[in-house]
């Protein structure tokens, strides 16, 4: 039977990162032994132009059918006047939620080639390659009561953060089985000095942490922990949080790469579906001109192959694959250094660089 993937392009360059890693998805796919049927819907900007709503009823019931789900970026200045609940942004918020995507994955990983174009120092920031393990549907940006108001004359803002003991237990299983793939070492990043829900998370994780006998469990701060990833990124491999910390410090930890263009993501849940996207936007500056850089989309398509299908191995090989071809010397515009003069690749021409290393088996 073949295995169904869902391809949402999106806006900007999410139509040409996606098609280059669809082209990587193929041969991995063979590689693998999978049969892959791979088809295409429309999500954000684009579905709204042609249909009326940032994401139809129709491409969430493709998406549910489907083993996963590889998205390109959504939004751009065309749309910015919309009001916020009919912005393309929301087509990523609802599908997210009809799939039950609670556990974010931002992997942000330096490859030897791109260590100085971090804005660390190279010496620093060397064979960093670290996790960030989000709780993405919970927390501050869903709880309730919140909402503005106009209290004895003066305008009022508040937003809730809420966590029940299961939202903390599933993020947090998620992370530790990550520790175990990756170096047995789990974070737990907190504000326990202050929050209340901070001291449940930290409960819980405790809770957890006996079932994973195998995982050094260490608790950090969030703002200690916002500082020791530019002192001293390389102490982390695996980070778990709530959906407000994890914003930041994904962010943070991905700029620690020195580009966007190389950060995939994943979103996992319990229904079996996984939604796999690239960290960067839709760049809508550069849209059409080959000059979007597709690795990140690439290395989503691993993240896919690691995580929906279980194949490690072969997700070891796209990786393999990319980091190839920084190393011998390949490079998107956004990857060249400020005063550096190289030669630069396409979208399309830094695809086949990566398809040919692939196929020698790097």
């Known amino acids: 039977m073949s295995e169904k993937i869902l391809v949402l392009p999106g806006d900007g360059i999410g139509p040409e990162v996606t098609r280059e890693a669809c082209r990587v998805l193929e041969i991995a796919a063979q590689r693998a032994g999978l049969k892959l049927e791979m088809e295409e819907a429309l999500i954000g900007g684009a579905s709204i132009d042609a249909d009326g709503t940032p994401l139809a009823d129709a491409v969430v019931a493709q998406a549910r059918a489907s083993r996963a789900v590889l998205l390109g ?4 200045p065309k749309w910015d006047a919309l009001s916020v609940d009919t912005r393309p942004e929301k087509g990523l918020l609802r599908i997210r939620k009809e799939l039950g995507l609670f556990a974010n994955l931002r992997p942000a990983t330096v490859f030897p080639a791109l260590a100085g174009a971090s804005t660390l120092r190279p010496e620093v920031v060397d064979g960093i390659d670290l996790l960030v ?26 937003n809730t953060m809420v966590y029940d003991e299961v939202e903390i237990d599933r993020i947090t299983r998620v992370a530790f089985d990550s520790a175990r793939r990756r170096r047995h070492h789990l974070t737990h ?4 000095n202050v929050l209340e829900v901070s001291q449940l998370w930290m409960e819980v994780v405790d809770e957890v942490a006996k079932d994973y006998d195998d995982v050094e469990l260490a608790h950090q701060l969030v703002d200690s922990c916002a500082m020791l990833l530019v002192r001293d990124p390389g102490r982390f491999d695996v980070i778990v949080t709530g959906n407000l910390f ?9 700029m620690i ?32 001109q080959d000059a979007a850089n597709p690795l990140a989309a690439i290395l989503s398509v691993a993240m896919m192959l690691e995580h929906t299908f279980e194949r490690e191995d072969v997700a070891a090989q796209v990786r393999g694959a990319v980091t190839a071809v920084l190393a011998e010397g ?15 690749l396409g ?6 660089a990566v398809l040919r290393q692939l196929e020698k088996g790097a």
Do not use: N, Q, W
Not at 246 to 254: F, N, V, W
């Open 73 to 76: 970026a959504v939004g751009g």
């Open 257 to 288: 790469t020195g580009s966007l263009g190389m950060l995939p993501s994943a979103s996992l849940g319990e229904g079996g579906v996984g939604l796999y996207e690239p960290v960067h936007g839709s760049a809508p500056d550069i849209a059409g």
């Open 330 to 344: 390949h490079r998107t515009g956004d990857l060249v250094l400020d005063g550096e003069e190289r030669p630069t």
């Open 246 to 254: 994890g914003d930041i410090l994904s962010d943070e930890a991905a």
């Open 189 to 192: 990043v907190h504000k326990a």
């Open 133 to 158: 393990v989000r709780e993405l549907t919970g927390g501050i940006y869903f709880g309730e009561p919140r909402g503005r108001a106009l209290v004895e004359g003066r305008r009022e803002a508040r």
């Open 347 to 352: 979208c399309v021409a830094m695809g086949d």
